[in-house]
């Protein structure tokens, strides 16, 4: 990994982006009005379909506008998040305390959320608790690169800290109790080594896909929850922009690689 700093500390309120409500976001998407975002925000979900079998029940925490419901087949999928929205099947669930049955779901999705818990191993622990034994935690999350580094310095959203132990479930990874703030260095924290972190889970999950993902049809998004400024495209310049970062990523994934796709898989009690 290459790191320009160790750390950048930005809370979300000095951010140099506009936020979005939820409900303009789901309007956004719903309606086609972002080309650039439609098409992220898919290929940002449907890898996910291959770990998800057509008769499982799932649940996505820290769901956000809830994008998983339009794109992923479920006999069940339930959502959930920190928020009173009304659109969630769930809501005003915190996702290191979810209150919920224990081995109840075939699956558990986790897209962009885990940088915003405050102790990420106690996450894992309660979705290893409410995870059936062989059912799938399946992880989206920010990949500090050296763009995103970049990125993260000239927009002052969010901010990461390579120097905080993940694995302490008493100090928090980020400075702010604020679900907004994260700390965007946490998947590389924890699954920059994967037979220490098999070691600090405790074997209780078996990693079973790994791959980075995301360069320019990110950055050219106009974004998800934050605006940004963007060049509209059609469907077949975006395919082949997508096709450009898969080649960048797959030769230089510590350059160009914004985002991170991951599965682990629960091993029995």
Do not use: C
């Amino acid at each position: 990994m290459i790191k320009i700093f160790q750390k950048l500390i930005f809370h979300n309120k000095n951010s140099k982006l506009n936020k979005k409500t939820i409900a303009s976001v789901i309007d956004e998407y719903k309606k086609l009005k972002n080309k650039n975002l439609h098409f992220l925000i898919n290929e940002r979900f449907s890898w996910m379909q291959q770990f998800i079998n057509k008769t499982d029940d799932g649940l996505e925490v820290g769901a956000g506008a809830a994008f998983s419901k339009h794109l992923l087949n479920a006999q069940t999928l339930l959502t959930s998040d920190f928020s009173n929205d009304s659109h969630l099947d769930y809501q005003n669930i915190d996702a290191e305390k979810t209150g919920l049955e224990n081995s109840k779901y075939d699956f558990v999705i986790a897209s962009n959320m885990m940088h915003h818990v405050p102790h990420p191993i106690i996450f894992l622990e309660e979705m290893y608790r409410i995870l059936k034994p062989g059912g799938k935690l399946i992880i989206f999350e920010p990949h500090v690169s050296l763009i995103y580094q970049l990125v993260t310095f000239f927009t002052k959203h969010e901010g990461f800290d390579f120097t905080v132990n993940v694995w302490n479930k008493d100090k928090p990874v980020k400075q702010n109790k604020n679900p907004w703030d994260s700390n965007q260095a946490v998947a590389y924290l924890l699954f920059k080594n994967h037979e220490l972190f098999h070691k600090n889970i405790n074997s209780k999950f078996e990693i079973i896909y790994d791959k980075f993902a995301e360069f320019m049809i990110f950055l050219n998004s106009g974004g998800i929850y934050s605006k940004s400024f963007y060049i509209p495209l059609n469907f077949t310049f975006l395919k082949i922009v997508n096709f450009i970062d898969k080649i960048l990523i797959k030769l230089f994934p510590n350059i160009f690689a914004l985002g991170r796709k991951i599965v682990l898989v629960k091993n029995k009690e």
